[in-house]
């Protein structure tokens, strides 16, 4: 039956793609890059505004993608593969292409920021930035994708309710001390002070944790409410 | 499949839409669910095809499940040929597999040339088409039909009443709603009734009538594109008609009890016969029911 993994995750993906629900998410994304990124200052500090934007960008996937079914066409897919499959296939397609996004922004970001810390007289390499970006944005794509299935359907069903708990929740996560993606992203920003690289480990292990956590919380009740 | 004690509600303290339910669903079981509106004939349907899980109670070895919505009107931005080759490898079927099936079975409804139509342009009935393709094309253990046939055209009801009835004869256990009484009245094994959030169990139509049951039914089968011969090992009481000018298809009488047989045969063949409709054989059989049956 995992074989049926697969197929979900094909059809989640092009419903996603061929449905242009990820246009208003990736907007936003953009708009945060665009006026948190400037060519020419230190990547790390730069690096922690493409990883900030990635939270609440996958939270608005999650969204798109569990809601993005009409209900008779979800029970079709339920009864073919299991209620809890698809829903596991919507979270992984939503924190999939929040992460990609992240990813791309990555070097990108890195090839147009000046390879130094915040005043200019320590020098950061290049790798090291972009390694340490891109474990960021995934515990942040990780953490958003685990706020969004936690403020969505199944859990959060009455109209009107999850596009604003949502929205808190992303604010939240990021701004909480001891939050895991509020560490990696200060992480960044003390890095680019100092000018020393710490990878996220720890912050990445904890959002994966949170995820995973969020992930068979939402898979088990989908079928139960 | 087994349903054990199995109760539904909806929210921590909803009212029990469904309580206590025992059920046994054997194989090759043709079994209709009656109630009136809103009573959780629905409601037991998802149960049965897994897209809920019960609150109470449990529900043992569901086989592989493939459930028809009532009135699939699909706001879904694929085409049809593109949503079934993705509903066949959702139910398990190898790609190209999918992609022969979703294809075999837009012509068989006669809706071949809406394959690159998008959904959400489709009509009602071509959508719900699609639904029901989506399920036959996976050839499930368990097929649920949740009003399937409204919104079919005629042809296309009946066509799915034979299909139906094909597959239960081959093995296929099937679980339906429909507000018309007299659908597959004659083939459906047991009757149950949702009443009061329990389920009461209902003489079978065939048991209270038996004087409509028909004595020998007429199937007609055709297998495009393949040759027109007959199924070696038919049971005794099969007899082909003559071919019909115009009509590579082939029809045979055969006693009701045998009926089984020759279904399985015609679906064993390589290429499967194709099921156009079985129904009440003229001759023996009362004129009543053919006269129903034409007049549907």
Same mark, same amino acid.
């Given at each position: 039956m995992t074989s049926r993994l697969p197929a979900l995750l094909r059809y989640q993906a092009a419903l996603l793609l061929r449905s242009y629900r990820w246009l208003p998410p990736l907007l936003l994304y953009a708009i945060i890059l665009a006026v948190g990124v400037r060519s020419g200052e230190p990547v790390l500090g730069s690096l922690g505004v493409v990883a900030v934007a990635v939270l609440p960008t996958a939270a608005w996937l999650v969204r798109v993608c569990v809601t993005g079914e009409p209900p008779a066409a979800r029970a079709v897919t339920a009864a073919a593969a299991g209620p809890g499959r698809v829903h596991l296939a919507c979270l992984a397609v939503a924190s999939a292409a929040a992460t990609a996004t992240g990813c791309v922004a990555v070097p990108v970001v890195a090839a147009v920021s000046a390879p130094y810390n915040d005043d200019l007289t320590v020098g950061i390499p290049t790798g090291s930035a972009v390694l340490d970006g891109l474990l960021s944005v995934l515990a942040? %794509?990780?953490?958003?994708?685990?706020?969004?299935?936690?403020?969505?359907?199944?859990?959060?069903?009455?109209?009107?309710?999850?596009?604003?708990?949502?929205?808190?929740?992303?604010?939240?996560?990021? @701004? %909480?001390?001891?939050?895991?993606?509020?560490?990696?992203?200060?992480?960044?920003?003390?890095?680019?002070?100092?000018?020393?690289?710490?990878?996220?480990?720890?912050?990445?292990?904890?959002?994966?944790? %949170?995820?995973?956590?969020?992930? %068979? @919380?939402?898979?088990?009740? @989908?079928?139960?409410? | 499949m087994r349903l054990h004690g199995v109760g539904r509600r909806y929210g921590l303290r909803g009212r029990w839409v469904l309580r206590d339910i025992d059920l046994d669903v054997p194989r090759h079981a043709l079994l209709r669910i009656d109630g009136r509106n809103g009573t959780g004939k629905s409601t037991l349907l998802r149960l049965l095809a897994g897209i809920d899980a019960p609150t109470a109670g449990r529900i043992t070895g569901r086989p592989a499940t493939a459930y028809v919505p009532e009135r699939f009107a699909a706001a879904l931005p694929f085409d049809a040929a593109g949503y079934l080759v993705h509903c066949g490898r959702i139910h398990g079927l190898p790609g190209p597999l999918a992609q022969r099936r979703a294809a075999q079975w837009l012509e068989r409804f006669g809706i071949g040339e809406h394959a690159r139509t998008p959904l959400e342009v489709l009509s009602k009935g071509t959508a719900q088409k699609v639904a029901v393709a989506q399920a036959l094309l996976a050839e499930p253990e368990l097929l649920i039909l949740d009003e399937a046939w409204t919104g079919l055209d005629t042809a296309a009801r009946a066509q799915l009443d034979a299909e139906v009835t094909a597959r239960v004869a081959a093995g296929t256990t099937t679980v339906f709603v429909d507000h018309d009484p007299a659908r597959l009245a004659g083939a459906a094994t047991a009757v149950h009734r949702v009443e009061g959030a329990a389920l009461v169990a209902v003489t079978p139509a065939a048991a209270t009538a038996p004087n409509t049951a028909p004595a020998a039914v007429l199937i007609d089968a055709h297998r495009p594109g393949g040759p027109r011969t007959v199924p070696p090992a038919l049971p005794a009481s099969a007899r082909t008609l003559p071919a019909r000018p115009g009509d590579a298809g082939l029809r045979v009488t055969v006693a009701a009890a045998d009926s089984d047989a020759v279904l399985r045969a015609l679906l064993a063949a390589d290429p499967a016969w194709h099921i156009r409709s079985v129904a009440p054989a003229p001759g023996p059989a009362p004129g009543g029911a053919l006269a129903k049956e034409d007049g549907r």
């Open positions: 942040c %794509a990780l953490l958003g994708t685990a706020a969004g299935a936690l403020c969505n359907p199944p859990v959060l069903r009455r109209r009107g309710w999850p596009v604003p708990v949502t929205a808190l929740a992303a604010l939240l996560v990021l @701004v %909480a001390s001891g939050s895991p993606a509020n560490a990696a992203v200060t992480g960044l920003v003390t890095g680019s002070a100092s000018g020393h690289v710490t990878l996220p480990l720890l912050p990445l292990g904890l959002s994966l944790l %949170a995820c995973a956590a969020a992930t %068979a @919380v939402t898979c088990r009740l @989908v079928a139960r409410r | -």
